[in-house]
């Protein structure tokens, strides 16, 4: 069985030597920032699933940075992670804070998101299944465990039939450059493995 840290390995491997990945480089130790990250973000929310959606917990990693501007210009809610704050979130409804320099000034801090009704995750790599595997480190490492779907955009090279490792945390749409992957149900217990 592959570890998590060797299919990490060769997910931001194939990704800088496919030159599909931008700043932060190189992508090692890192959710990638992968090229197309903007067209996946706009696959993502126009999913009708999420379109419906008006309060979402984003993460602040820079491959999400698309997703957090499109969205706040969509007129939805996001709580960010502080970055200082341990447990808590920058409320903005600004689009203009959509980057994490800019949330003291243009987001309110709160130790609960309230009101949130789905997440989105970055991923190193995913699979068919929704299983997510993230950098191993960091804010929703392990999901969040909010009791709220999970979401996850991923660049093609990042995405595999299987993960051939134990998973992070399980998704319930990937967002792709070309379309939204929609797992199928996941069992009780969090799982989708036999």
């Known amino acids: 069985m592959t570890t998590a840290g060797a299919?990490?390995?060769?997910?931001?491997?194939?990704?800088?030597?496919?030159?599909?990945?931008?700043?932060?480089?190189?992508?090692?130790?890192?959710c990638p920032n992968f090229t197309h990250a903007k067209?996946?973000?706009?696959?993502?929310?126009?999913?009708?699933?999420?379109?419906?959606?008006h309060t979402l917990i984003v993460g602040p990693e820079r491959a999400l940075l698309p997703l957090r501007q499109q969205a706040l210009k969509a007129g939805k809610t996001l709580f960010v992670p502080h970055q200082k704050k341990e447990g808590w979130?920058?409320?903005?409804?600004?689009?203009?804070g959509a980057k994490l320099s800019a949330l003291?000034?243009?987001?309110?801090?709160?130790?609960?998101?309230?009101?949130?009704?789905?997440?989105?995750l970055a991923c190193v790599a995913a699979d068919h299944h929704g299983a997510r595997l993230g950098k191993g480190f960091g804010w929703g490492a392990r999901g969040l465990h909010l009791g709220l779907p999970e979401?996850?955009?991923?660049?093609?090279?990042?995405?595999?039939?299987?993960?051939?490792?134990?998973a992070d945390s399980h998704v319930t749409l990937i967002g792709t450059p070309d379309?939204?992957?929609?797992?199928?149900?996941?069992?009780?217990?969090?799982?989708?493995?036999?």
């Open 89 to 96: 979130y920058w409320r903005v409804t600004d689009p203009a």
């Open 179 to 194: 379309r939204v992957l929609t797992p199928p149900a996941h069992l009780p217990g969090g799982t989708n493995r036999p």
């Open 7 to 30: 299919l990490r390995e060769q997910v931001w491997d194939d990704l800088l030597a496919r030159r599909a990945c931008a700043y932060p480089l190189p992508p090692h130790g890192h």
């Open 151 to 166: 979401f996850t955009l991923a660049h093609p090279l990042m995405l595999r039939p299987t993960l051939p490792c134990p």
């Open 104 to 120: 003291s000034a243009h987001g309110e801090a709160t130790p609960t998101p309230t009101g949130a009704q789905a997440a989105v």
């Open 39 to 53: 067209k996946a973000a706009a696959q993502l929310l126009g999913h009708p699933d999420v379109a419906a959606l």
